[in-house]
């Protein structure tokens, strides 16, 4: 590079200042600014229809949905220990009634034994 | 007077107390047991359970209306001698608290049945001890301290004329009352 290119190179990267009043009349054409939207909402036709309440409504429905879930998945675990204890309680039952039944069998025989030895009764 | 009221709320704490019973130093039988059932139901346990319960079982859900807790424990096992008397002890221990009474108790050789009843103002629990040689069943159910609600599961299975056998009282008629509960 001679001398004269290095110069034009020189000159057309040298610093220049804007002309007074251009970042004004920039940010004046930005449209976010003009409809008062923040920038990301900005971005595609879809979003700048989109109304500003979008956003809180979406966060609440995702909230319900995972409620609605959680809801779902508590209940689900209720009716399986209600059916579980269900289980449980049947069970008890049985093996208590079959205990009373042995039991009473037991006290018969005693009672027996005690008259045929003229004893008790 | 304050020590009187301490020593009254100590007292009818330990009423309250009374009618529970610790079934947990059994359910290390369950290692050594063919078959085992261990089961405690508490309250909400028994209305959760009883709200499923059906018209097939009419029965049940009428007998546990008054119930406060179940606790089943029940081992089946292998061989004789894989429990021990001294395994009892500590509920029949818990059994001397105020409030129980023993019902009746029949021991013929290795096998033994006792039946407890405790009856403090309104609370009323019933704990049976069955002792085989190769089995063990601990039963306590805690309800009302009306015997003849707790007595209804003895109904079922045909044994609410026990105490007045046992004490000789309408004999014959309760022997007729048991051979219709039998059949």
New interface residues.
Partial sequence: MNSREENLVRSALRRVDPPAGFAERVLARLPAEKSGRKWYAMRGWRLALMPQWAPAAAVLLIAGVVLGSWEAHQIRE?KA???Q??V??????Q??????????G??F???TAAQNKGG?? | MIQNLVSLALVASGLCVGQQLDLSSLDKLAEKAKESSVITLDQDKIAMASGLLDNGNANAKEIVKGLKGVSVRSFEFAEKGAYSMADVEAIRKQLTAPGWSKVFEVKDGNEMVQMWFFSVKDQGAMALITAEPTELTVVHLTGPADLAALGKLARLAGVSNLPKQLTGEGRNKDKGKTQDDEN
């Fill in positions: 209720r220990k209600a059916e204890a269900k449980e309680l049947l069970e008890a039952l093996i208590t009634s079959a205990k009373i039944q042995y039991t009473r037991r006290v025989r005693a009672l008790l009764l």
